[in-house]
């Protein structure tokens, strides 16, 4: 039939009731059919027991997203009460069925290396992966020989899409590392301590000689903060539009990239400092400082949140995972030490053949460490204490790591040393889903508009970054503490004055 002329559109019509009626008198039969014989434990191939575990399956799919167990509303005697508990827990289970079916949208699965029973994980090189993987990951392995402008230093965006190179004899590159395409490429004339990435790919922060500088996608200079002195670590905190800075001066300061205001800058009075990483989970800044200390920041305190003792040593780099659970520490002790942020006390440590130079945590907890020629990626390394790594990577010709970087949504692992950066495969370190409102790797130009004006109109303020979660959190306070601050702030309202204007005028006419 063709539904789109206007009598089969009409229900009056009687052509269109018959043929209604004749479509779904068929269609009765058709389904009545297929059920017929998915149904009949004769006809069906899947036995009964089959068929009860699937069932079963399902209801444990369901059972894994809801939150505690049915309320009852037997009891309640209010007949107004009975029903907002029932409308409530049909909501959750609504919620809970909803999201159960959301995650068949998970199309990718999550996969690691496995060895045989005489073979070990840790032996297998970049080479023999070459030989075995797709087209797709080998060429996501390569390797830019530069051995003129290092050390270098690599960072990449939050979607993965584009990597930005930062050489400390001022050389800069952005390039979109998907496409193989550079997007600029500059030589600055002189030193470049480091760089970081703002909101997206289209501008980026570096730390020179002396001030720090902002450019944008095409390589052209956009602004100069010049209150940011020899500075020798960036970072920028994406749900503030912070961008985060520390130096010689031992000063660390937020800059509101949006307004351009400088929100705060406190001294560390601990000296020179090089060691400065973000919290993902609450955007609390922590510093590593010469005499072993780690302090955790934020723009509305002046003094440190916590401050923990870690090594006996200076600091030589931390990482913090994206749960806010974990903390990574590594000194010149030759100790890389595992923290438990929820409790400030240490879990397990490793003693490294020599200073680690750099970490990092992936997003699926997969710890990475570079130290000397050698880079070593870790397994479970976080909860418990593993006896060896879980992969290694050795550069023969002498080259020293400087810096390493997990690729978010891939299983790549950025590796910036003296001689160039690489791009080695680690698999099972990259979110295999990813979430397209948050960090899309495939965005359009238009998307990446939208979502930056969303992400401006939904800017969290400074005075929100602090190590408790506030928000959307119940106050937990007894009742007759909150019945009390309640008092007090009652009393404390109604003792104000009201201000008459005959009081203003009075006022100044004396």
């Not at 199309?107 to 060895?115: C, F, S, V």
């Not at 190179?165 to 301590?193: I, N, P």
């Not at 800017?459 to 602090?466: A, D, Q, R, T, V």
């Not at 306070?477 to 003792?495: G, T």
Request: aromatic share 8%.
């Amino acid at each position: 039939f063709i539904f789109n002329q206007n009598k089969w559109q009409n229900p009056c019509n009687p052509i269109c009731r018959r043929a209604a009626n004749r479509t779904s008198s068929i269609f009765f039969r058709v389904w009545s059919a297929c059920s017929m014989d998915s149904s009949e434990p004769g006809q069906s191939d899947m036995p009964r027991s089959e068929t009860a575990s699937a069932g079963m399956k399902r209801k444990l799919d369901v059972e894994k997203f809801t939150r505690g167990s049915k309320i009852s509303a037997k009891g309640v005697t209010d007949k107004k009460a009975r029903t907002l508990i029932k409308k409530q827990e049909k909501k959750f289970r609504d919620a809970a069925m909803r999201a159960a079916k959301a995650e068949v949208l998970k199309t990718e699965d999550y996969g690691y290396l496995e060895a045989d029973e005489n073979e070990r994980t840790v032996r297998f090189s970049q080479k023999q992966l070459h030989e075995h993987v797709d087209e797709n990951t080998r060429q996501k392995m390569f390797s830019l020989n530069l051995p003129e402008l290092g050390p270098y230093k690599m960072k990449y965006t939050r979607n993965g899409r584009h990597a930005l190179l930062g050489g400390l004899m001022g050389h800069l590159a952005a390039f979109d590392w998907h496409q193989s395409e550079l997007s600029f490429e500059l030589q600055l004339r002189e030193t470049l301590r480091d760089v970081t990435w703002l909101h997206d790919h289209t501008m980026l922060a570096t730390a020179q000689r002396k001030h720090v500088y902002i450019y944008d996608s095409s390589g052209i200079e956009i602004h100069c903060l010049r209150n940011h002195i020899e500075v020798n670590k960036l970072d920028f905190l994406p749900y503030h539009f912070l961008l985060v800075s520390i130096g010689n001066a031992g000063v660390i300061k937020f800059q509101d990239t949006s307004t351009g205001d400088l929100v705060a800058e406190h001294k560390t009075k601990l000296g020179r400092c090089s060691v400065m990483r973000q919290n993902p989970h609450n955007a609390v800044m922590l510093t590593g400082h010469n005499n072993g200390v780690v302090n955790m920041w934020s723009p509305s305190m002046s003094t440190p949140l916590v401050r923990m003792l870690t090594h006996k040593g200076a600091l030589t780099s931390l990482a913090i995972d994206n749960t806010g659970n974990y903390l990574v520490t590594s000194g010149v002790d030759k100790q890389m030490t595992i923290w438990d942020v929820r409790t400030f006390k240490p879990m397990h440590s490793y003693i490294l053949k020599r200073p680690a130079t750099d970490v990092d945590i992936s997003q699926r907890g997969l710890l990475s460490v570079g130290f000397g020629t050698h880079v070593e990626v870790w397994k479970d390394a976080l909860q418990t204490k593993v006896k060896e790594p879980y992969m290694s990577h050795h550069f023969s010709d002498g080259t020293h790591v400087s810096g390493i970087r997990f690729c978010p949504f891939e299983d790549v692992l950025g590796v910036g040393h003296s001689k160039g950066v690489d791009s080695i495969v680690i698999p099972g370190s990259g979110e295999a889903n990813f979430d397209a409102m948050e960090a899309n790797p495939f965005e359009t130009n238009k998307q990446r508009r939208e979502v930056e004006i969303r992400s401006l109109l939904e800017k969290l303020k400074p005075e929100m970054i602090g190590l408790n979660d506030f928000i959307a959190t119940a106050d937990r306070a007894p009742a007759e503490v909150i019945a009390e601050e309640r008092r007090l702030a009652k009393e404390a309202n109604s003792a104000r004055k009201p201000v008459s204007c005959l009081d203003v005028i009075s006022s100044y006419s004396l």
